[in-house]
């Protein structure tokens, strides 16, 4: 019975090492296809119910898209270092879960709004950096209208993680920092208040820059 169990969970180990190395093999561009068409494919499978539950495709994206995106990494550039080095472990943790969540909201609001008619990762233009490097697409509407779309990819622990991304030129991560460093500077520098309200930020300045 014994030499059974050791059986199966040997079975399983070597299951779950394949998969780390099959994760580990992966080229950056790889993992964004990957994502990218994952993604797609469920959004256009199920645009209506997202369009009328968001929160679902909220969920949906972090599902897909979470594991892959270096929350601590983009967390820390977002607060820089003038406020990360105040920030306690608790208050890091805490700006990491409520930026993921603004950053699903952020991005899967933009993608309900309009009707993809094709995504397109393009080919790399130089060879891949080995702990850095940029995916460049493009994503199509029902127009014909092509947004281009670039992810800047880092490497940690021998995996491809998304770092940040340029939409139309506009840099999420430098929007994002703007928008943390305006908040401090409101609200008297209170760390708190701004990590607990900063979906509400974000949602805030995406509603306005959208009503111009």
Known sequence: ????????????AV?????GFAQAE??????VEQTVEELFADLNANRELYRAEPETFYATMNRIIGEVVDVEGVARSVMTVRYSRRATDAQMLRFQENF?????QFYGNALLEYNNSGVRVLPASAPEGEQRTEVRMEVK???GTIYPVSYTMVKINERWMLRNVVIEGINIGKLFR????EAMQRNRNNLDWVIDTWVDT??????AEAAK
């Not at 993921?100 to 699903?104: A, E, I, V, Y």
């Not at 974000?202 to 509603?207: G, I």
């Open 26 to 31: 992966q080229t950056a561009h790889q993992v």
């Open 178 to 181: 703007d928008q943390f460093a």
């Open 141 to 143: 509407d029902s127009r």
């Open 100 to 104: 993921k969540r603004s950053l699903m």
């Open 202 to 207: 974000v949602a805030r300045t995406r509603a």
């Open 1 to 12: 019975m014994i030499q059974k169990l050791f059986s199966k969970l040997s079975f399983v």
């Open 15 to 19: 299951l779950l090492l394949m998969t």
